[in-house]
Nanobody, 111 residues
């Protein structure tokens, strides 16, 4: 069974950066798109970015120009580089591959 493990979250000041990682076990990673989602406190989970198996990326408007999704198929890992973070980016971040969810990693942006 495929499992996803996110890491890289934490507390950062406004304007700072974090890089999230999502490591997948199993061979399905390479043939599937992957996505990062987030769930802010008291709100519903929302899409942040997706990347196809070939590396084509899409972003929600609120993160365009600040976040970069990438993948390393050799390592079965998808990344989310987050720059110029604001308090509005505070959320639990989840990755998703083939409708499988990771456990989430907390990102808190606060001074």
């Amino acid at each position: 069974q495929v499992q996803l493990v996110e890491s890289g979250g934490g507390l950062v000041q406004p304007g700072g950066s974090l890089r999230l990682s999502c490591a997948a076990s199993g061979s399905i990673f390479r043939i599937n798109s992957a996505g990062w989602y987030r769930q802010p406190p008291g709100k519903q989970r929302e899409l942040v970015a997706t990347i196809t198996s070939g590396g084509f990326a899409n972003y929600v408007d609120s993160v365009k120009g600040r976040f970069t999704i990438s993948r390393d198929n050799a390592k079965n890992t998808v990344y989310l580089q987050m720059n110029s973070l604001t308090p509005e980016d505070t959320a639990v971040y989840f990755c998703n591959v083939a409708d499988i969810w990771g456990q989430g990693t907390q990102v808190t942006v606060s001074s």
